[in-house]
C-alpha cells in the first residue's frame, strides 16, 4: 500500500497532486513553531516554507496545519528538510477565531472525517459549549461524535445522554471510561483505515487519555486534573497517529475558549429553525418581535431558553446577528466565493461554462 494511503490520502488528492509532476505529495502530520513533520511515500522527513510561499501568506489560515497534503520538492530523510512549495485544496477545515489575533482564524486541523467532541461527565461539563463545538464541526464539513468521558464520575448518565439529545439530535453519543475497556472499544468502530477523526475539548477531559487507549500504550503525555475540576495543558501541540487498525486520530490542545467565526447553525440549532418557520415575519430575529413562534414555544416550555440565548450570542460572534437563516446561508456562500464576486458572479460563471 502506497504510504500516503495509509496516511488517509484519497483518489482527489493524488489527481490534485498531479498538477504539480516537479514536487512530491505529502502529510503535515505534526506541526512545531518554524517546522513541521511529514509523510511522503517514502517515510518521515521534516520541512519548512519556501520562501515564496511565506511572502505570499497574509493570513494565517494560508499556512499549513496538521492534516494539510502539501506539495514538497524534496524528499530524501537523510540530507536536511522538504521545502513546501504548495498547500492541496482542503476538504474539511476546522477553525476558531485566533487568540489574541483580531479578525485572524486559526486553522486547527484539516482533512478530517470524524471530529470527536470530548466532554467530561464532572463539574465542567456545559450544554452550551457543546452546542458552540457543534456549530463550528458541523461548519467544517466532518462529522461530528459527541463522546462523554469519566462516566464513572457520573450518577445520572441517562438522563445527561437524553438531554443531549434534545439539542443534537442524530448525533452519536458514546459514553466512556478509562476504568471499561468495552467503552472505549466503542469508539474504534469509527475509525476505519484511511479515516481521520479529531479529538476535541476543555483541557483535562481526557482526549490524551482515550488516544492512549485505543493506541494501546502511552504514547501521549497526561497529566492530573485540579481540584476545580478545571484541566491543565498537557497536548502543546497537534500531532497525527495511525492507529494499529488503520485509522488516523488527531489530538489537539484543550480548547476553553472556542471563538465562532464560522458556525453552521442550521444543523446545531435545527430546532429553532423549524419554529421559525412558523414565525409571523420572515425575518424575525426572535427578540420582541410579535407572532414570535420561537418565544412562543419558549412560553410553553418546549424550548429552553438559554439554548435561545446561546443562539443569539453564536450569530453575534460568528457576526449574523440580525440575519434570518437563509440570510445566514447567503452570508456563508458569498464569503466562500469572495474571491469571483460572492455567489451571484459564481452562478453566473457556471451558467456561462454551461453553453459552452
Given at each position: ?20 509532476p ?12 518554524n517546522l ?26 494560508d ?22 512549495h ?14 489574541g489575533?483580531e479578525?485572524?482564524i ?7 472525517d470524524?471530529?470527536?467532541i470530548?466532554?467530561?461527565?464532572n463539574?465542567d461539563?456545559?450544554e ?6 457543534l ?12 463522546i462523554?468521558t ?24 458514546i459514553?466512556?471510561?478509562?476504568f471499561?475497556?468495552?467503552s472505549?472499544?466503542n469508539?474504534?468502530?469509527y475509525l ?5 477523526a479529531?479529538?476535541?475539548g476543555s483541557?483535562?477531559?481526557?482526549k490524551?487519555?482515550l ?12 497529566s ?5 475540576d478545571?484541566?491543565?495543558?498537557t497536548t502543546t501541540?497537534?500531532?497525527l ?18 471563538g ?61 446577528d ?6 445566514i ?20 460563471f457556471?451558467?456561462?461554462n454551461k453553453?459552452r
Open positions: 500500500m502506497n504510504n500516503l494511503i495509509k496516511y488517509g490520502a484519497r483518489k482527489a488528492d493524488f489527481e490534485k497532486a498531479a498538477l504539480y516537479d514536487l512530491t505529495m505529502a502529510r503535515i502530520i505534526s506541526q512545531y513553531k513541521y513533520k511529514i509523510i511522503t511515500e517514502s517515510g518521515e522527513n521534516f520541512a519548512e516554507l519556501s520562501g515564496k510561499f511565506k511572502y505570499g501568506s497574509e493570513k494565517m489560515s499556512y499549513p496545519a496538521v492534516g494539510d497534503f502539501v506539495m514538497v520538492d524534496h524528499t530524501d530523510n537523510t540530507s536536511g528538510n522538504s521545502i513546501i504548495k498547500i492541496l485544496p482542503r476538504r474539511t477545515v476546522f477553525e476558531r477565531t485566533a487568540v489575533y479578525n485572524q486559526q486553522i486547527i486541523v484539516t482533512n478530517i470524524l471530529i470527536f470530548c466532554m467530561s461527565l463539574k461539563f456545559n452550551s459549549r457543546l452546542e458552540r463545538y456549530s463550528i464541526v458541523w461548519s467544517s464539513g466532518a462529522k461530528p461524535v459527541i462523554l469519566k462516566s464513572d464520575l457520573c450518577k445520572n448518565l441517562q438522563e445527561v445522554v437524553s438531554d443531549i439529545n434534545i439539542i443534537a439530535p442524530g448525533t452519536d453519543v459514553a466512556t471510561s478509562s471499561d475497556n468495552d472505549i472499544d469508539l474504534t468502530e476505519k483505515p484511511g479515516t481521520t479529531a479529538f476535541i483541557s483535562g477531559v481526557g490524551t487519555t488516544i492512549n487507549k485505543i493506541i494501546g500504550e502511552d504514547l501521549l503525555n497526561t492530573e486534573i485540579r481540584q476545580d478545571k484541566g491543565r495543558h501541540r497537534r500531532d497517529i495511525v492507529l494499529p487498525g488503520g485509522g488516523i486520530v488527531i489530538d489537539t490542545p484543550g480548547m476553553r475558549e472556542l465562532a467565526e464560522a458556525v453552521n447553525l442550521s444543523k446545531s440549532f435545527a430546532d429553532i429553525e423549524d419554529l421559525s418557520l412558523k414565525c409571523r415575519f420572515r425575518d424575525c430575529t426572535h427578540y420582541n418581535e410579535p407572532g414570535c413562534a420561537v418565544k412562543a414555544a419558549i412560553e410553553e416550555g418546549l424550548l429552553d431558553e438559554r439554548r435561545l440565548g446561546n443562539y443569539h450570542k453564536l450569530k453575534r460572534e460568528a457576526k449574523y440580525g440575519l434570518s437563516f437563509k440570510q446561508e447567503k452570508e456563508k456562500l458569498d464569503s466562500m466565493f469572495e474571491s469571483i464576486g460572492g455567489m451571484k458572479n459564481f452562478k453566473k457556471v451558467r456561462q453553453k
